[in-house]
């Protein structure tokens, strides 16, 4: 019988002030006509590493060697928007996360767990707002994005988490559990 295995990531989660400001963001976009859909507020999250279906005992291994990661509480902030595209095809909206911090955290990740998992060949510090699956007008869809103001709310982190992902349990999309958390040593 194979074993079981989970899904799972590694990220950090967004205080109310800035998923409010992200609810706001997100009614914008749906301004505009697009087949897909936003992300739900409660999955709101910035992925440092994803690390995809692995059994109990590669989960120990990682619950380990996360647990012994050092590293201060941060202040990031909210910048702009975009769009990531496939084929000249806008796929993700996204917010970017600024602050030097998260970029020292993820590094951090990926050297504690050298040896079972890759490196992240290219870290984006973003957090994903709205999947696209088709825009009639691929232009004014982009422009429309692209004049969408975001508050660049301040906020900070004394957490990472480690979190599984259920994808077959709702229509309504994944669902995401904490199985582990990380908390800062300092701020």
């Known amino acids: 019988m194979e074993e079981e295995k989970t899904r799972v990531f590694i990220c950090i989660?967004?205080?109310?002030?800035?998923?409010?400001?992200?609810?706001?963001?997100?009614?914008?976009?749906?301004?505009?006509?697009?087949?897909?859909?936003?992300?739900?507020?409660?999955?709101l999250h910035l992925t440092l590493k994803f690390l995809g279906?692995?059994?109990?005992?590669?989960?120990?291994?990682?619950?380990?060697?996360?647990g012994k990661i050092k590293f201060k509480g941060m202040e990031l902030k909210l910048g702009e928007i975009g769009l990531f595209n496939h084929g000249g095809n806008p796929k993700i909206v996204w917010i970017k996360v600024e602050g030097k911090g998260i970029w020292d955290l993820q590094k951090q990740i990926d050297t504690s767990l050298k040896g079972i998992f890759p490196e992240e060949e290219r870290f984006m510090s973003h957090l994903t707002i709205a999947r696209v699956k088709y825009v009639k007008d691929k232009a004014?869809?982009?422009?429309?994005?692209?004049?969408?103001?975001?508050?660049?709310?301040?906020?900070k982190i004394d957490r990472f988490k480690l979190k599984s992902s259920d994808l077959k349990k709702s229509k309504l999309g994944p669902v995401y559990t904490t199985i582990e958390e990380c908390v800062a040593d300092r701020y």
């Open 13 to 43: 989660d967004f205080p109310d002030e800035v998923i409010k400001e992200i609810a706001r963001v997100e009614e914008l976009v749906s301004k505009k006509k697009f087949t897909g859909k936003l992300t739900e507020l409660e999955n």
């Open 53 to 66: 279906e692995i059994d109990d005992d590669m989960l120990e291994k990682v619950k380990e060697r996360l």
């Open 140 to 155: 004014d869809f982009k422009k429309h994005i692209e004049n969408i103001n975001v508050k660049p709310i301040k906020f």
